[in-house]
């Protein structure tokens, strides 16, 4: 069997002396030595020591406005949304690539890195709700596209191994009304020049209500699964579906709803633990232990069999309430994954 990959979806808890609007707004004005880079050159690194096989960019903005912004500027664009090339950077992608060649330089080898965009419907339903205006919507899928392309021609010291098109309202959003043939075109179109040069290209989803469309455009050939969470999201994804377009799932093994987990342990507590540290811990140490996850893998394997080929965390840890309990959690799942593979073998 082929060895099961662990990636993580990419947004992860500050440091305390960092914040959202500072970081993203330093993203924009390319302030970039002083402030954002060393916030995420950190966040980055315990991803790595945490043993994360082929970890995001540090995601540190809000997933739509990220992409939007210079969408919405006239100066960056040709027509309505349609954006220049020059305007489709990441800032995310070039720190990443300096971190990448100091790595790079210690061990003669190009880091595996993931980069995650947010795809054309997330970003068409934030900007239209429901209104349909399809022409609209396949340029946002070729300016995502364009990000993906800018960032794989431009990084010299890191193989961007995965791509991943972030679409969480696929399948669970209402105001979702596009006819499924564009959302299948959209989909091809965003991950095209990813496919075209050899990356995996996953589609991240929070219900796979819907997943035969991602199988459908030939761009993408991996699946993401929220089944630490719910199980159950397991039960509707067909293997044979899966084998008749050669796509395979990512499977989340263990659980980042850290709101429902801390739930639970305020009813054990009688009280409101979020500010006791030594309790949080217990989400580590006692409910998404690196047995539990390596199970729950188990269990999906005798499902879904060798069409695994990512596990993971189910989403993001950016509400993570501390980079000390986040990263416990990916050394957790890292566990996990390499006692399955080493059972496995």
């Known amino acids: 069997m082929?060895?099961?990959?662990?990636?993580?979806?990419?947004?992860?808890?500050?440091?305390?002396?960092?914040s959202k609007t500072e970081l993203s707004e330093a993203a924009f004005n390319r302030n970039n030595d002083?402030?954002?880079?060393?916030?995420?050159?950190?966040?980055?690194?315990?991803k790595m020591n945490a043993g994360v096989t082929i970890p995001n960019y540090?995601?540190?903005?809000?997933?739509?406005?990220?992409?939007?912004?210079?969408?919405?500027?006239?100066?960056?664009?040709?027509?309505?949304?349609?954006?220049?090339?020059?305007?489709?950077?990441?800032?995310?992608?070039?720190?990443?690539?300096?971190?990448?060649?100091?790595?790079?330089?210690?061990?003669?080898?190009?880091?595996?890195?993931?980069?995650?965009?947010t795809g054309p419907t997330e970003l068409y339903l934030k900007e239209f709700g429901g209104a349909s205006y399809t022409d609209i919507y396949q340029i946002f899928a070729e300016d995502v596209n364009l990000f993906v392309r800018n960032a794989m021609n431009r990084m010299k010291n890191c193989k961007i191994a995965t791509v991943s098109i972030d679409e969480p309202s696929i399948g669970i959003n209402p105001d979702l009304s596009l006819p499924a043939d564009d959302i299948v075109a959209a989909l091809t179109t965003a991950g095209r020049d990813a496919?075209?040069?050899?990356?995996?290209?996953e589609i991240h989803?929070?219900?796979?209500?819907?997943?035969?469309?991602?199988c459908q455009a030939e761009s993408i050939n991996?699946?993401?699964m929220e089944s630490a969470?719910?199980?159950?999201?397991?039960?509707?994804?067909?293997?044979?579906?899966?084998?008749?377009?050669?796509?395979?799932?990512?499977?989340?093994?263990?659980?980042?709803?850290?709101?429902?987990?801390?739930?639970?342990?305020?009813?054990?507590?009688?009280?409101?633990?979020?500010?006791k540290p030594e309790i949080m811990q217990e989400i580590v140490t006692v409910m998404e232990t690196p047995e539990t996850a390596e199970k729950r893998l188990e269990k999906l394997y005798t499902v879904f069999g060798d069409r695994i080929k990512y596990a993971g965390p189910d989403c993001g840890l950016g509400s993570w309430p501390s980079q000390e309990l986040a990263a416990a959690l990916l050394k957790n799942t890292g566990i996990a994954i390499a006692a399955f593979n080493k059972n496995h073998k």
């Open 2 to 18: 082929t060895e099961i990959l662990f990636d993580d979806i990419g947004s992860f808890p500050l440091p305390p002396n960092a």
């Open 34 to 46: 002083k402030l954002l880079f060393p916030v995420l050159d950190q966040i980055f690194e315990l």
């Open 58 to 117: 540090s995601q540190v903005r809000d997933m739509t406005e990220q992409f939007l912004r210079p969408m919405r500027d006239e100066n960056c664009t040709n027509g309505p949304f349609s954006l220049k090339e020059e305007c489709a950077e990441m800032v995310e992608m070039e720190a990443l690539d300096l971190y990448c060649q100091k790595v790079r330089e210690q061990t003669g080898e190009k880091p595996l890195v993931r980069m995650c965009v």
């Open 195 to 201: 496919a075209k040069n050899g990356a995996d290209v």
């Open 205 to 214: 989803i929070h219900s796979p209500l819907y997943y035969e469309l991602a």
């Open 222 to 224: 991996v699946i993401g």
């Open 229 to 275: 969470a719910t199980p159950s999201y397991a039960d509707m994804i067909d293997k044979t579906v899966l084998s008749d377009y050669d796509t395979y799932v990512r499977a989340g093994i263990t659980r980042t709803d850290i709101f429902s987990m801390v739930g639970t342990l305020n009813e054990k507590y009688g009280g409101n633990v979020w500010d």
